[in-house]
């Protein structure tokens, strides 16, 4: 069977990437997985300057998830490209850099310096990020924002940019018909759910921010819908995120429309996870006679059609 | 660092409510440096989630061994091993005591651990320079909390009195240091951070080195997530991660 394709322009050798900020720069674990088998990497949001994070605590568990309120910590885009770069280079499997910014100005910035460098194939954009200017609101939850964002960077790359969606909205798909509209390749979906844990004893919040990002398995089922939801709502490829531990959950998400999928928070589980994913749909394609993994893409058999099931929530 | 599926070899209540797991890997004990930890996924369930850390409590052979109480699921979980059970480890991982307890400078080298914060200190004295002289300060809820195991001589505090020092660990320590003079002390401590937190500013008043491990929430414990920060005092950087900067740092260097 032939496992490399394009999606959105990118080559890769199989349709299992990692998340952005669960596998750090590509380079923290190569004693536990030969990160040449996975289809790609994405890394941790890059912004221009160096930006601290939160301060602690920034994890708590929560039943068959975790919520997480990092902060974006990140080396800065220049440190980036002296230091990590070099070994990227190196990688077989493709290399996507993933931007966060609070201005778009910023990941106008980003990008641009970013473009030139050969070991990035092409770039995801976090636009689940405080809009600054704005008073601090995600540029994800305003679409003409969403739209201004994917035009300005359009325009300054012809390498497959891909917008990354935020699911904390009412109708995603209007999300990524905006992205769409505007020129981006694919779009990523989903981030974050916001959550919030509360330790009865002490009465304080688990996270230093109050409220973080839900993710893991406890989110799988929403992320489902998204993809599906956002499947039939555009033409250009869907990647799925969210809760995916297993070649299972990442067939479920072909079937509901992805045309690849990246797993985030298992990585800290079990850091080879993204190779054994890909290893298993492989497998899963040659027992069930299926020629091209493409044939699962969107192959949900769907009984409603979702304005039907929209009305039923 | 390795990922591996060790058989369990024993689990042993080895003080009230206190367990200590032992596992088989060669690697692991191979490799292993006082003040490391593993971080162990305590069953092929999606819940608990997430791996759970555990410091290196003594090596011995291919065993491994970890100390612990029943918290929450993730350690109702472990108790209940049998051996021949399989557990899947990643370790060893984090920058433990080695550096601290292998550079010169000091003759004595002083323990200091709260609760199940001994963890680290057997494997630590197992692999000691002999010419070192060593002075050990347990504190423990109650006396049958205590856990002996690789101590000689032991300075014991207790909360309730029934056992040695009535009360803190550190202010056990502080009246030692008031009443004797100990050649050029160097301090390795683990416990709870408002422990800590005291007996660093006594080491801090008093001008002797502190080296403590800690304890922070983490995801993957091996620099993936960025969910483990400590904010450092004049660093380089305003945050660093526990799980691969530390989890031991020179007290004086961060903020508990
Ligand atoms: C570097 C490092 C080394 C560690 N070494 C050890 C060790 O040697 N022995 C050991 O027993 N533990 C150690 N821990 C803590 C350990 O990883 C677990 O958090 C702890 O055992 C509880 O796990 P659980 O799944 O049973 O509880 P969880 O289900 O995670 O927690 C149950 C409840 O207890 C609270 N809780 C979690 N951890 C603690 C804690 N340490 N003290 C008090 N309340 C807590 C939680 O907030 C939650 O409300 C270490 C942690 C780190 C980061
Ligand atoms: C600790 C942590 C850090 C994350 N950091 C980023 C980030 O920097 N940029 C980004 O676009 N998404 C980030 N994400 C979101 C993930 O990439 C992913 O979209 C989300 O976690 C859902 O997938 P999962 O359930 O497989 O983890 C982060 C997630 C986690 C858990
Ligand atoms: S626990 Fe993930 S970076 Fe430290």
Redesign the interface.
Known sequence: MHESFTVAGLTLQNRVLVAS????YGD??P??VDVNKLGGIVT?SLSMKPR??????????T????L?S?GL?NIGVKKFIEEKIPKLSTFSCAVIANIAASSVEEYCGVLEKLDPFEAIAGFEINVSCPNVKEGGLSFGTDKEKVALITKELRRRTKKPLMIKLTPNVTHISEFALAAESEGADAVSVINTIIGMAIDIRTRKTKLSTVTGGLS??AIKPIALAKVYEVYRAVKIPVIGIGGI?SWEDAVEFLLAGASAVQVG?Y??????AGVTIAEGIKSFCEQQSISDVGKLVGAVEAKRDLSVIESWL | MVQTHAPVHSVEEIASGIFRLVFRSHELAATAQPGQFVNVKVNDSLFPLLRRPFSIFFVEGDLVSILFNVIGEGTRILVGKKPGDVIDVIGPLGNGFSAAMNSGGYKTAVIVAGGLGIAPFPFFLSKLEKNKNVLSFIGARTANQIVRFGFNRIHIATDDGSEGFSGNVVDLLAEHFSDHRYELPRIFSCGPTRMLKRLSEFTQKKNIACYASLECAMACGIGLCQGCPVETINGKKKYALVCREGPVFETGAVFL
Not at chain 1, 267 to 272: D, E
């Open positions: 900020g669960t596998f750090g923290e674990v004693q536990l941790k601290d994070g939160n301060p602690a605590p920034r994890i708590a568990e039943p068959s998830g975790m997480n990092i910590a893991g398995p531990t928070t990585n800290f589980v079990v850091p080879s």
